[in-house]
């Protein structure tokens, strides 16, 4: 079956532009996850939804980061004024609930801000 | 604040050989998962370890868990050149609560198999 779909794959993008990066988790899945894999940082997370609300976004590292989810389904990322440091592979991943929470990853969106 | 740690970060071994990729981390968990990581590519799931003593084998690998020294092990029997890549550790602090949660991910140990 289809797996959890990420767009763009590749965003490069100007300091101070805002960008969206956008996930579609695996049909049925009630949670939904964002990290990003950078260099120096690692693995980080940064926000989960269950359903359309998010009980967690201590990893949000800034309030120039947000997201939302809709419907169940489609998340978006949303990067307000990017910096440099923003650089990093954008990971959604998404779970299915009941007694193991095991997460399956999407292909991840690379953003490259110069 | 939860602290996963793998060791060690690099191994390069010979098709062949044996070897164990440790993960250690700070706090009460009894969740933990094994993801590999291909270059450019994204995780992939490997295991998934849900209480003390859990043991899960896949070809030339083999996870364990024990929530009481708080380590898993990820081992590596007779090494094929295609197990090179990355793996990751990464333990889910909620527990048996019944909700979903974040997953804290290890360093990563890079995994280089030679002829």
């Known amino acids: 079956g289809a797996g959890v779909s990420q767009s763009p794959s590749n965003k490069v993008t100007e300091k101070g532009k805002d960008v969206e990066l956008r996930c579609d988790p695996i049909?049925?899945?009630?949670?939904l996850y964002w990290y990003r894999q950078s260099l120096g940082q690692g693995l980080e997370f940064l926000i989960y939804?269950?359903?359309?609300?998010?009980?967690?976004k201590s990893g949000l590292p800034s309030d120039r980061f947000s997201a939302e989810r809709t419907g169940g389904s489609v998340s978006t990322l949303t990067i307000q004024r990017t910096q440099q440091e923003d650089s990093a592979v954008y990971l959604c991943?998404?779970?299915?609930?009941?007694?193991?929470?095991?997460?399956?990853f999407g292909p991840g969106t690379r953003l490259t801000v110069t | 604040e939860l602290k996963v740690e793998q060791n060690p970060l690099f191994l390069s071994m010979q098709e062949g050989k044996n070897y164990t990729i440790y993960c250690n981390y700070s706090?009460?968990?009894?969740?933990l998962y094994w993801y590999r990581q291909d270059p450019g590519k994204s995780l992939e799931s490997l295991f998934v370890?849900?209480?003390?003593?859990a043991v899960k084998q896949e070809g030339r690998l083999m996870a364990s868990l024990d929530t009481k020294a708080r380590l898993s092990t990820l081992h590596i029997t007779a090494a094929v050149h295609d197990l090179s890549a990355t793996y990751f550790c990464?333990?889910?602090?909620?527990?048996?609560?019944?909700?979903?949660?974040?997953?804290?991910f290890g360093t990563g140990t890079r995994l280089q198999v030679t002829l």
């Open positions: 991943a998404s779970s299915f609930g009941g007694n193991i929470y095991e997460q399956y």
């Open positions: 370890l849900l209480s003390n003593g």
């Open positions: 939804f269950q359903g359309n609300s998010a009980p967690d």
């Open positions: 990464a333990v889910d602090m909620r527990g048996n609560t019944g909700t979903a949660s974040k997953l804290t």
């Open positions: 706090t009460t968990s009894d969740r």
């Open positions: 049909s049925g899945h009630t949670a």
